[in-house]
Every structure is written in C-alpha cells, then in structure tokens.
C-alpha cells in the first residue's frame, strides 16, 4: 500500500484520500460519479477499460477528440486509464498484481459477469485481505429483481422519481439529468468511505453492495412518505414540495427564487412585500399552519413577486434576511460569480489531435479541506494513456510491457 502525506514534495496538497488506489472498473455514470469524488479528494484512481473503452465517451455528447465527449471529461477528471481484456490471461495477470496494490475495487457489472473474470470479493480477497469491494447493482440481491439490467431512467420510473412530476406536472416525466445515477454515485463513495475507516479499525476490507433502486426508491419515500408513515390510508406526498407554485415565481422580467420557511423568515418576508397584517393571519402563523394552508401561503408569495423585477426583489428580500436568489438558466448559471469566484467552474487548456492548444470549461472539486486540501485537477485520461506507467509501476519490465501493449493490455486510443 502507499503511504500517505499531506502535501506533495514541492508543498502541493494531496487530499484526503492520498495514498488510497482505487481500482476502477465501472462505465458510463453512476459508477465513474462514485470513482470521481474520490479522485477529487486525493485517491489513486486506476480507470481499467475494455477494448472498446467506457461508452461514455462516445454516448456523452460531440467530442472534439475522438473518444473524449464532454461528459467523460466531466465525470473522469484526477483519473488514470489503462485498457485490460479481462477475458485473456495477460489481462488477468496485470489485474491480479493491481488488486495486490489496491485499497479498493468498484464495479457496476452483474454479478455473473464479475463471477466470469475473478472479480469477486473473495477471489480478490484471497489475493488482498484489506480489499474494499464495492459493487454498485440496480437491484438488491435477495429480492426478485437481483441480476436485472438498469438504467437511470429504468430506476427514475420505478422508484418514484417519476411519479413525483406526475403530482406536479399531470403526467410522469424523468427528471433531465441521469438524477439517480448521480445520487446513488455519491452513495457509493460515501459507503467506500466508511468501509475504508472500517478496515483502520478492524485490519480487513469488506464487500458493499450499492442497490440503485433501493436507495432511490428510499430517497423518494423519506421526503414522501409523509402521512403514510402512521396511517395505512394515509397521504403521501409532501404538499409544500407538490404545490404548483413549488418552483421559480415569476417576477415583472423573468425569475426568482424564494423560501421562507421559518416563522422569523415568514414575518420578514410579510414585511418585504408589504403586507405586514398576514403575521397575524392565524392560517400562517406557525410552521404547522402554513403547511395545512401551504396554498393560501404559495399563492400571496407568487402574486406578490409579479410586482417588481427579479433584481428589485433579491435586493429587498435579501435586506429583510429572506433567503432568495435568482433564477439562472443554463447560460446565465455560466456567467454566475459565484462559481468563477469559488473556483468550481474554470478555463482548461487541451490539445487538439494536431498538439494545438484549445480551450474548454472544466469543473472542478468543490469541497474544501483545511489541512490536506485538495490535488489539482488533471483532466481525464485518453484511452490507456497510462497503461505503460500503471504497468511499470507493477514491475512488468519493458519487454513485458511491449508484450501486454500488442496483446491489448494497455492498447492506445
């Protein structure tokens, strides 16, 4: 295993996971999500390919590089790649020496594929007793649906996800972004996470297996069991969430943002739009009140904003201590300072296939650690691009390493 430092030798941080190799054999979101925040945070992330590469790069958008679409360059970032045929016995040596050297293994193949390569808990175990073994699964095993094949949409509609725009909406719609991907990613690596302070304490690794229906199905239902909770008959559905005006309120030119949901924030923003007297309306004044009255509520909130402009209101309500922001488009949130001035969104170089250098938006960690801070953020890897390091670094010598590149085993983009 690596030994960990805060910082690199020239003073640079490493993040909190320095130290910790991952090995990486997931595709498309969910799994490189999970893979990516613990990149971010300092972690060794080895991505091992196929031949045919992860489909992201060719299903998230137009590349500019054959083989680097905008998506995989977002979900891949801090990553190193190698491309291993899992099926052939050179690939299976190289994997077996990286699983010797890993902290963790992530996974969203079925189970009786990673039964067909050696890749289970105990076949890796038996190799490495402190292995992390996480497998992210769209269903649970145990129950009826265990070993069936999802997608994000696949789990939106059958874990509620889409039954909440149905309340809302009329009709169901999947939300547009790969939603429960994204969430059940961040699950994963926090559960990683907690395995890995797991083992500090017991000296052992641990597999965990990462149900996608599971988790959102549970995601739905604490924000919605609501009533249900105690009465068979009960109402489902949170009606602040499911009201109509539940959403960006128009404003006299475009939108804005607003929730007040304390009683010091209610008789603030009473305040703000000039109707002081409703503090004392008994149908707003408590929590429990506005909420048996949330209609009443959200109507005098959205009637009021069509009154001024959307900066006019920020101005105001931000005056009186009332939490609200404007709307952003997906254009205007490129231009917002906040991201710029946090450093999440920033200007990238590359080079085009030519070695010209091109510009592009990259995103970058988020989070803030005080001590070990964060690694700077490399771009994701081209296909195998470090195949022959990650091989050198596993002892394979050059003739060997000529060997395992013509066989496939770290093949170029």
Not at 231 to 236: E, Q
């Amino acid at each position: 295993m690596i030994t960990a430092t805060d910082k690199t030798s020239d003073g640079e941080p490493r993040g909190p996971l320095a130290g910790i190799r991952v090995l990486d054999t997931t595709g498309v979101v969910v799994g490189p999500v999970a893979t990516l925040m613990l990149a971010e945070q300092g972690a060794d992330v080895i991505k091992i390919e196929p031949p045919e590469g992860d489909l992201m790069r060719r299903l998230g958008g137009r590349p500019r590089k054959p083989g680097m679409s905008p998506k995989f360059l977002h979900f891949n970032r801090n990553k190193r790649s190698i491309v291993l045929d899992l099926k052939s016995d050179e690939g299976r040596e190289v994997m077996a020496r990286l699983v010797a050297t890993a902290d963790v293994f992530v996974s969203n193949m079925r189970p009786r594929a990673l039964q067909s390569l050696g890749l289970t808990f105990a076949a890796m175990a038996a190799i490495n007793p402190r292995i992390v073994h996480c497998t992210i699964s769209g269903f649970a095993t145990g129950g009826p649906y265990a070993g069936v094949p999802a997608y994000d949409t696949i789990i939106q509609g059958l874990s509620g996800v889409a039954a909440c725009h149905a309340e809302v909406l009329g009709e169901p719609r999947f939300a547009p972004f790969v939603l429960t991907d994204h969430l059940v990613g961040i699950v994963a690596a926090q559960a990683i996470c907690a395995a890995l302070l797991g083992r500090q304490r017991t000296g052992v690794g641990e597999a965990i297996e990462v149900p996608m229906f599971e988790n959102a199905a549970a995601f739905v239902l604490s924000e919605h069991l609501d009533q249900r909770t105690f009465d068979p008959d009960g109402h489902m559905g949170d009606p602040r969430i499911m009201n109509p005006d539940a959403r960006p309120l128009q404003t006299r030119d475009g939108y804005i943002c607003v929730s007040a949901n304390t009683d010091a924030q209610m008789r603030a923003f009473f305040d703000a739009i000039g109707r002081p007297e409703l503090k004392d309306d008994p149908r707003f004044a408590s929590v429990a009140s506005r909420v048996v009255h949330v209609r009443a509520y959200f109507a005098i909130r959205a009637e009021a904003m069509r009154e001024r402009t959307t900066a006019e209101w920020v101005e105001i309500l931000r005056r009186h201590d009332v939490p609200a922001m404007p709307y952003h488009t997906l254009q205007s949130l490129l231009d917002d300072p906040q991201l710029r001035g946090s450093g999440v969104l920033t200007d990238e170089i590359q080079n085009n296939e030519n070695g010209q250098e091109e510009s592009m938006l990259g995103l970058r960690h988020p989070n803030r650690y005080s001590n070990t801070g964060v690694p700077a953020s490399r771009l994701a890897p081209r296909f195998g691009e470090h195949g022959e390091e990650i091989l050198a670094e596993l002892g394979f010598g050059a003739d060997e390493r000529r060997r395992l590149a013509g066989r496939g085993a770290d093949a170029a983009e």
